[in-house]
């Protein structure tokens, strides 16, 4: 199986019978196709229905090829449904199986970043047929199902938007990052995060959260080099999926460091001198030469006279 993946990520494919288009490639971070879930191998009777699933996610949404035993399965082979969901669920529905169902089924998917396909074996073995159901067995089932399709048709779906989402950022090394976002979409859409284009799964450093208010973060810590790169969050529903992509720098521990130390150099205030014990040392602290504005040639002190200004104004004029 690993070969036909190999030859058919390789090989041109007829045009995909799905909706999906990449005319109008959005803006932002493009993500190749990642299988959020992988097909699985079946054993099964002769006239059992199968179904083979999995999970692709991508930006822009990839585009879906199904094979059996390397051949594509073309739209006008009804002997298989193909079904998409919003959400990025991908079935092969096959509704009675014969021996010629037995073998390897691949689906493919591809978008303008690349391809991905994964691939699951079903064994049909032969065996008694299926009891048939009484009609009155078979007008209840009818029934049943006409009920479930009358809900089905007033349920209404409304694809992914992202309320609030964070922008660039940059942390310091061994703190705790957390990228905080809020998405509405009915039903609840299901949220993936992927760095470089490369999935996260929880684990000790990396935790997925919701809170009562509706905002989903990602939070990492402590946070390393390691953790730097091009952050993306795809969120999908059967609606649709909608997505947005951030950049994170990781400042180290060097870095944050020698900043500290720029603070400690910042020069400590000048003390204020002490007060002034007497009143021309006051004038002096405020820039009076007091000692220059006194001083003659001779070293005799200079006498003034006591009399008020009135009395040398009476004398000058006698």
């Known amino acids: 199986?690993?070969?036909?993946?190999?030859?058919?990520?390789?090989?041109?494919?007829?045009?995909?019978?799905?909706?999906?288009?990449?005319?109008?490639?959005?803006?932002?971070?493009?993500?190749?196709?990642?299988l959020d879930k992988k097909l699985k191998n079946y054993k099964a009777m002769e006239g059992v229905p199968v179904t083979f699933t999995c999970k692709i996610v991508g930006v822009p949404p990839p585009k879906v090829y199904?094979?059996?035993?390397?051949?594509?399965?073309?739209k006008k082979n009804i002997h298989y449904q193909?079904?998409?969901?919003?959400?990025?669920?991908?079935?092969?529905?096959?509704?009675?199986?014969?021996?010629?169902d037995d073998g390897n089924y691949t689906v493919m998917a591809a978008n303008p970043q690349g391809r991905i396909s994964c691939s699951g074996h079903l064994i049909v073995q032969s065996g008694p047929p299926p009891s048939r159901l009484t009609p009155i067995q078979s007008q209840?089932?009818?029934?049943?199902?006409?009920?479930v399709e009358g809900e089905q048709t007033q349920e209404r779906?409304?694809?992914?938007?992202?309320?609030?989402?964070?922008?660039?950022?940059?942390?310091?090394?061994g703190r705790l990052c957390r990228l905080d976002c809020k998405v509405s979409g009915l039903p609840n859409p299901e949220l993936m995060w992927l760095v470089n284009g490369r999935?996260?799964?929880?684990?000790?450093?990396?935790?997925m959260l919701v809170r009562e208010n509706g905002i989903h973060s990602l939070v990492i810590d402590p946070?390393?080099?390691?953790?730097?790169?091009?952050?993306?969050?795809?969120?999908?529903?059967?609606?649709?999926?909608?997505?947005?992509?951030?950049?994170?720098?990781?400042?180290?521990?060097?870095?944050?460091?020698?900043?500290?130390?720029?603070?400690?150099?910042?020069?400590?205030?000048?003390?204020?001198?002490?007060?002034?014990?007497?009143?021309?040392?006051?004038?002096?602290?405020?820039?009076l030469d007091i000692k220059s504005a006194f001083s003659t040639s001779d070293t005799s002190p200079i006498l003034f006279a006591s009399s008020p200004p009135e009395a040398n104004l009476e004398s000058e004029e006698l």
């Open 1 to 34: 199986m690993s070969e036909i993946e190999f030859r058919l990520e390789r090989t041109p494919v007829e045009e995909s019978d799905d909706e999906v288009q990449h005319d109008d490639i959005p803006t932002g971070k493009c993500i190749a196709p990642v």
């Open 199 to 207: 999935p996260i799964y929880p684990d000790l450093n990396h935790k």
């Open 66 to 74: 199904w094979f059996k035993d390397g051949k594509q399965i073309l």
């Open 223 to 287: 946070l390393t080099q390691n953790d730097a790169g091009t952050y993306t969050c795809i969120a999908s529903n059967k609606a649709g999926q909608s997505s947005f992509s951030l950049e994170l720098k990781v400042v180290g521990e060097l870095a944050a460091a020698s900043s500290a130390q720029w603070h400690q150099s910042i020069p400590a205030p000048m003390r204020k001198a002490p007060r002034a014990s007497s009143r021309y040392a006051a004038l002096t602290d405020q820039g």
């Open 157 to 173: 779906f409304f694809r992914p938007h992202f309320l609030q989402a964070p922008g660039d950022m940059m942390s310091h090394e």
């Open 82 to 100: 193909k079904i998409r969901e919003g959400d990025g669920t991908c079935s092969l529905y096959i509704e009675s199986t014969t021996g010629d």
């Open 140 to 147: 209840r089932v009818r029934a049943r199902i006409q009920e």
